[in-house]
């Protein structure tokens, strides 16, 4: 039998969703099945539950305040006059989109932040590179070549 706190983090997540009533009919099913004989499962199960069970007793019920129903009503209705296209014969003015139709818009300031960050990270390269070949000169004597005039 295991400890209690021995429930791997699949098995955690699993009878989670399995309380909140997230899995499948047959995930649901075969979790039902090894809560018979699982007992550390079963635990956790009933800890889920309780836990629950707390928390919506806890929380208060709040009423909505008067008139909030009218209000949505009365949006969705003007909603729905503005946004229904007139029908043929009718004088009824369709409003145009609040927004003009486009397609997704494009983030120009993380673009720009990206390519800037690209472009120094290139110049900081680009400088330790300088730097390695200018030691490399400076370290390596220059071969020199004497002309004598004995050789030959």
């Not at 503005?82 to 997704?104: C, D, E, N």
């Amino acid at each position: 039998m295991r400890e209690l706190g021995s429930l791997s983090e699949e098995d955690r997540t699993l009878v989670e969703d399995y309380v909140l009533g997230e899995l499948s009919p047959e995930t649901a099913t075969a979790v039902e099945r090894r809560l018979r004989t699982d007992t550390v499962l079963r635990q956790e199960f009933c800890a889920l539950q309780a836990s629950l069970r707390l928390l919506t007793q806890a929380t208060p019920v709040v009423e909505p305040p008067p008139g909030l129903r009218d209000r949505i009503m009365a949006t969705h209705t003007l909603r729905n006059k503005i946004l229904t296209p007139a029908t043929p014969g009718s004088t009824q003015p369709v409003a145009p989109p609040s927004r003009p139709l486009r397609g997704p818009r494009i983030p120009w300031g993380e673009l720009i932040a990206g390519g800037a960050a690209l472009l120094a990270l290139l110049l900081g390269l680009e400088v330790l590179v300088a730097a390695d070949i200018v030691k490399k000169v400076a370290v390596e004597p220059e071969p020199s070549y004497s002309l004598g005039a004995g050789s030959g």
